[in-house]
């Protein structure tokens, strides 16, 4: 069987030297570690110099795009980039539905882009059919997300795809964000300051090399029965017209009607989730925003922002400088109890903090994002601010996990109490807090523990492993029965993985209809790499235990870069999820022993064994 599914090559860029080389790709490492998420987690961890500073030269940004991206297997459009993040401090995955540029980068002829050192000055990267230049970029420097994006299309195939950061990547403020197309989010954790450090404004990508698929008459059939099925599905119409307003109804159905502009869905996407908005009256009548959901739109709501208008107009700025807009509302909020404690003084203070304003908030971001008087300080996020503060301003910290404020939890943007996989996940994932699911029952969903076993089953979730997920004290009863939540997260970071290495979204309404076992034919008949449940199951393991690894030799410690927030734990604190009752820290610290026991790895500590490395082939990482 022939090979297909890549393209076949890595793209190598030293900013420093200006050196541009293009290499094979080793398809012994890409059978083993999948595609796309796991290769582009190894070339990482064989790039990465253990102990490098996120902000400096030698960091090192690996792009990658997964076999089944290019071809017309729905929703196949996702893109990773992984590298040392400021936030966090550690090495983390950063994920997106990427429009198109995933497939023009495979048309381009590369599965993957290696970059590392600095510009001496602004530059973009251009990349079209295995031509590839580093261009001036000073025309750029200083224009918002979106300006950047329709300067690049002027002078180019509109068709690009593009990666590109704002203002605060450009200051480097240690929660900015990339963005593709500018409408799409990549890098919570402050890709977009690694961006800004190297002098790299954008990656423009455009191809027309097409993507071969090894198998075509299987693949043929496998795609038209698997295109039925979502078709056939009887919430499709509303899924295309709601978006993620289906799952999250967060404003009512009259005001999205009225709101929405056109949907915008990734290559290959049958529903579309992004949205382009244009609010309809008031006093921002007529400006058209980009979102990767019009969810994110209503943000500010939750903090203090009244109308619907200023909480788009609100976001449209943080996108428009490439700021994450939860993190700039958890430190703004920190920064607001500081100045009321008296630890910051009320002169640097100005404007006053006030969540109800627009003015206020809109001032802020751009002082956070020029650097400018206590906005210097608040751009290097929760960590800036305690290093800055001291002690005194650590006892009004809210929960933090890894220097980066929750999505989920006491005090957090969202208002959800039962602990699942995500919560623990913000934990537990080397990357620090996200919202990817990874396919879990437990997300934002109260669920019987019946319905449990149809999803386990399509994760790939073996027999044995959901007898200790789900333990049965008493069929008849319910709340006699035990969910291990740590346990059922080891197969959530194995589904999260398969998804991402092959390069399929992980939102609801697209995830839903795979399982490990189309998901391991598809790989097949694309790639035409013998791949049955077993032998994926393996290759995801060696994956993240690969992750675990890389950041192990960053010094990763458990009692550090895993350590509970005590605010999740005092009233009105988590929940258990079956039987809601008050969790304690140590049923949380249980579960992630569990975890760890569950990888195989030592339950105390979570370092994986030399067994378990010499099974996945891992023994010399």
């Known amino acids: 069987m022939s090979r297909g599914g890549f393209a076949g090559k890595t793209l190598l860029i030293d900013l420093t030297k200006n050196e541009i080389k293009q290499e094979p790709l080793d398809f012994d490492l890409a059978e083993q570690f999948i595609g796309g998420l796991g290769l582009t987690l190894k070339l990482a961890y064989d790039h990465i110099t253990p102990g490098t500073d996120a902000l400096a030269p030698e960091n090192v940004i690996v792009l990658g795009a997964g076999p089944l991206v290019g071809t017309d297997i729905p929703s196949t459009s996702r893109v990773f980039a992984v590298s040392k993040l400021p936030s966090s401090g550690t090495i983390g995955w950063c994920g997106a539905g990427s429009v198109n540029f995933g497939c023009e980068l495979k048309n381009a002829g590369f599965d993957h882009i290696i970059i590392k050192g600095k510009a001496a000055y602004p530059v973009y990267l251009k990349i079209s059919d295995n031509t590839v230049e580093v261009c001036d970029a000073k025309h750029l420097w200083g224009l918002g997300v979106t300006e950047t994006c329709q300067e690049i299309w002027k002078d180019s195939d509109h068709q690009s795809g593009i990666i590109s950061i704002g203002p605060a990547g450009e200051k480097q403020v240690s929660f900015s964000m990339a963005f593709i197309n500018r409408i799409a989010t990549l890098g919570r954790g402050g890709l977009g300051a690694v961006f800004g450090s190297k002098n790299l404004k954008a990656v423009v990508v455009a191809g027309n090399q097409g993507i071969a698929v090894a198998d075509r008459k299987t693949y043929k059939e496998l795609n038209k029965t698997f295109s039925q099925q979502i078709k056939d599905y009887p919430y499709l119409k509303e899924w295309q017209k709601m978006g993620m307003l289906k799952s999250f109804p967060v404003i009512p159905k009259e005001l999205h009607q009225r709101l929405i502009k ?32 019009i969810i994110n739109l209503f943000t500010p709501n939750i903090y203090g922002i009244g109308d619907y208008d200023e909480s788009i107009r609100l976001v449209s700025v ?16 920190y920064a607001k109890a500081l100045g009321e404690q008296g630890i910051i003084s009320v002169d640097d203070i ?62 957090s943007a969202l208002p959800w109490s039962l602990f699942g996989t995500m919560e623990l996940g913000q934990v537990l994932d080397p990357r620090g807090p996200h919202v990817g699911s990874g396919g879990s029952p437990t997300y934002f969903a109260k669920r019987p523990l019946d319905v449990f076993y149809k999803h386990l089953n399509r994760m790939g979730v073996p027999q044995d492993a959901i007898d200790r997920i789900i333990i049965d004290k008493n069929d008849s009863d319910e709340h006699d029965k035990k969910l291990k939540v740590g346990t ?34 598809f790989y097949e008949a694309v790639t035409g790499i013998k791949t049955d449940l077993l032998q994926l199951r393996e ?13 192990l030799r960053e010094n990763f410690k458990r009692n550090i870069h895993e350590s509970l927030p005590e605010q999740w734990f005092k009233n009105g604190g988590f929940s258990e999820y079956v039987s809601e009752q008050p969790l304690s820290k140590s049923d949380a610290e249980e579960m992630m022993e569990d975890y760890y026991e569950e990888w195989g790895w030592d339950r105390q500590t979570g370092v994986p064994t030399q067994e378990g490395l010499e099974k996945l082939g891992l023994s010399e990482h």
Request: glycine share 10%; net charge positive; proline share 4%.
């Open 262 to 293: 056109r949907h915008v869905a990734c290559v290959s996407c049958p529903f579309g989730c992004k949205d382009i908005v244009e609010i309809p009256d008031g006093k921002f009548k007529g400006q058209v925003v980009c979102s990767s959901s």
């Open 539 to 551: 290759r995801v393991d060696r994956v993240w235990t690969l992750y675990r690894q890389m950041n």
């Open 350 to 411: 100005s404007p006053a903090i006030q969540f109800e304003s627009l003015s206020s908030l809109e001032t802020w971001a751009g002082k956070i994002s020029r650097r400018e008087g206590l906005g210097d300080v608040l751009a290097d996020g929760f960590k800036g601010i305690l290093a800055v503060f001291g002690e005194e301003a650590k006892q009004y910290a809210p929960a933090l996990i890894k220097g980066m404020h929750p999505y989920a939890g006491p005090g």
């Open 488 to 521: 059922l997260l080891k197969y959530s970071h194995g589904w999260f993985s398969i998804l991402g290495s092959m390069g399929i979204c992980a939102r609801a309404q697209v995830n839903r209809f795979y399982d490990a076992n189309i998901c391991a034919r």
């Open 318 to 333: 943080l996108d428009k400088l490439g700021l994450d807009a939860f993190e700039f509302f958890g430190v703004m909020n």
